[in-house]
DNA sequence: GTACATAGTCCAAAAAATAAACGCACAGAC
DNA sequence: GTCTGTGCGTTTATTTTTTGGACTATGTAC
């Protein structure tokens, strides 16, 4: 299989791969939802490549979702910021966190607390219907196809 | 870098992603939840090779997502259903979804479309807050270490 | 001139993914 | 009993990806 033939599925889940569905890109992305912004600070956190990196960073760029900003022009100097389409992605990295405090966090519990600071408490992130505000789960769905 | 790394690391989305953090998996859990359960069925829905799918199944049986189920002793048959553990994955691939839906589908529009049955409403999945219930955004969140 | 910093690129070697063939256990037809 | 088909994989040789370390480019500090 070719993996660039996912962007031309019809599905959405498939592109939504085809953009971060890499064995590094969401981990780029928790960096990038951290506040990190530069090449090397990237390469620390993470322990990748340079090379992988650089190709990760240019491969976000093209899609749209970090942008790449110049921070000094003598030395050129760059650093990679996400854009309005790069923070869509923040329910995929909050349902990832959700799932691993669930599901896979030890005894010493999560290693991260959230606080959503509009209400002020701890939370973690849910999944609810955008009509009804109710959590959703999978048997209460039904897929019907969408445009032609 | 070790792939194997990640699990050990203490951050809940590195974690999550060393289980389901490769190519494939992502798509093999869209088949999941859309009632896809057997070997052949994996493999003509999804262009994967017979190898990597076999090695896939194992590593989701192997964390608690799929478990195997023999549904006939002679011949020997067994199909992969998803486990609560896997279940908790929903809100990752309803997020996805919602990206690729919101971001990469063309003029057509998305192809496929969510019905909530306890509504009755075509949705989208929205991450919220589980104390307050609002749509959380990366800035009103604050992030502070856990337990020890 | 020497050392240091940031942001990369290049390339040979190692690791992982693939396709196609093969294995095996059983069923049903003949 | 033997032939053919099916479901679920494994083995093997080939192709593709990823890595790690050196190298480039541009500039500052001493």
Known sequence: ?????????????????????????????????????????????????????????????????????????????????LTEKGRALYPVLLSLLRFGDQELAGAEGPPLVLTHRPCGHAFHAEARCSACGEEVRPHDVSVAAGAP
Chains 1, 2 share one sequence.
């Open 1 to 81: 299989m070719k993996w660039q033939r996912l962007k031309r599925e019809r599905c959405s889940i498939a592109r939504s791969l085809s953009v971060i569905g890499d064995r590094w890109t969401l981990l780029v992305l928790r960096e990038c939802f951290l506040g990190v912004r530069r090449f090397e600070e990237f390469e620390a956190g993470l322990g990748i490549s340079r090379t992988m990196l650089a190709r990760r960073l240019q491969h976000l760029v093209k899609h749209g979702v970090l942008r790449r900003a110049v921070y000094s022009t003598r030395p050129r100097r760059a650093e990679y910021r």
